[in-house]
Nanobody, 122 residues
Framework: VQLQASGGGLVQAGGSLRLSCAAS????????MGWFRQAPGKEREFVAAITWSGSRTYYADSMKGRFAISRDNAKNTVYLQMNSLKPEDTAVYYCAASAYGSTSYLRTYDYWGQGTLVTVSS
């Protein structure tokens, strides 16, 4: 599976962005998908995950109520809607695919996209 993330950019605090992650390959619907982010000088951290069917979603505590992950298996795409953005949300956002399941652990993800930069100005 090859993943291509897009949709990042510069936004003011309180604004919104929608990230997309397009996957190649016919097995997209068999993978759980996740979003992670990495801020400068920090470790990569879990943001959100979704099961292969899209029936369940999971979020890091600091993203609950502000971010929403979704997927469209017909389009081989997973999305991350980000609202009420804060300067501390500034990071490179990565999408990833997991054959293991929708976990928050980086090591359970098999494939990674190249990342898209989100910058939130105060």
């Amino acid at each position: 599976v090859q993943l291509q993330a897009s949709g990042g950019g510069l936004v003011q605090a309180g604004g919104s962005l929608r990230l997309s992650c397009a996957a190649s390959g016919r097995t997209f619907s068999s993978y759980a998908m996740g979003w992670f982010r990495q801020a400068p000088g920090k470790e990569r951290e879990f943001v959100a995950a979704i099961t292969w069917s899209g029936s369940r979603t999971y979020y890091a505590d600091s993203m609950k109520g502000r971010f929403a992950i979704s997927r469209d298996n017909a389009k081989n795409t997973v999305y991350l809607q980000m609202n009420s953005l804060k300067p501390e949300d500034t990071a490179v956002y990565y999408c990833a695919a997991s054959a293991y399941g929708s976990t928050s652990y980086l090591r359970t993800y098999d494939y990674w996209g190249q990342g898209t930069l989100v910058t939130v100005s105060s």
